[in-house]
Nanobody, 117 residues
Framework: QVQLVESGGGLVQPGGSLRLSCAASGSFFRVNTMGWYRQAPGKQRELVAVMTSGGSANYADSVKGRFTIARDNNKRTVYLVMTNLKPEDTAVYYC???????????WGKGTLVTVSA
C-alpha cells in the first residue's frame, strides 16, 4: 500500500512563496514519476509539474519560471517550490506517484493553497 502525505499548503498573499512537500511510503519501484497536480473550484484537475526518477521535469505553461519541482529519491519525497504566486494558483494541490514498472497510480489527499490579499 502506497501512501502519500502532502504538507506545506496555506494562505499566502499574491507575489508570495510556498513550498509543498510530499512524502511517500509503501512499496513501489524506483523507476517512477512523482509530481503535482491541482484542482481549482469548479475546474478539472490539471498537471502542475512532474519529475521522473531520472530527473526529467515537465511543467504546465502557466507555472513555468515560477514553480520548481525537486525530488529526493533516498527520502522518496517530492517538493514543489512556488514563487510569485497569483490568485489563479489557488487550488487543492495533489501529490501523485506513477510506478513505471507496475503502472500503479497513487494520489495524496491534497493540500489547499490559497493566494489572496
Amino acid at each position: 500500500q502506497v501512501q502519500l502525505v502532502e504538507s506545506g499548503g496555506g494562505l499566502v498573499q499574491p507575489g508570495g512563496s510556498l513550498r509543498l512537500s510530499c512524502a511517500a511510503s509503501g512499496s513501489f519501484f524506483r523507476v517512477n514519476t512523482m509530481g503535482w497536480y491541482r484542482q481549482a473550484p469548479g475546474k478539472q484537475r490539471e498537471l502542475v509539474a512532474v519529475m521522473t526518477s531520472g530527473g526529467s521535469a515537465n511543467y504546465a505553461d502557466s507555472v513555468k519560471g515560477r514553480f520548481t519541482i525537486a525530488r529526493d529519491n533516498n527520502k522518496r519525497t517530492v517538493y514543489l517550490v512556488m514563487t510569485n504566486l497569483k490568485p489563479e494558483d489557488t487550488a487543492v494541490y495533489y501529490c501523485n506517484v506513477v510506478d513505471q514498472v507496475t503502472r500503479g497510480d497513487y494520489w495524496g489527499k491534497g493540500t489547499l493553497v490559497t493566494v489572496s490579499a
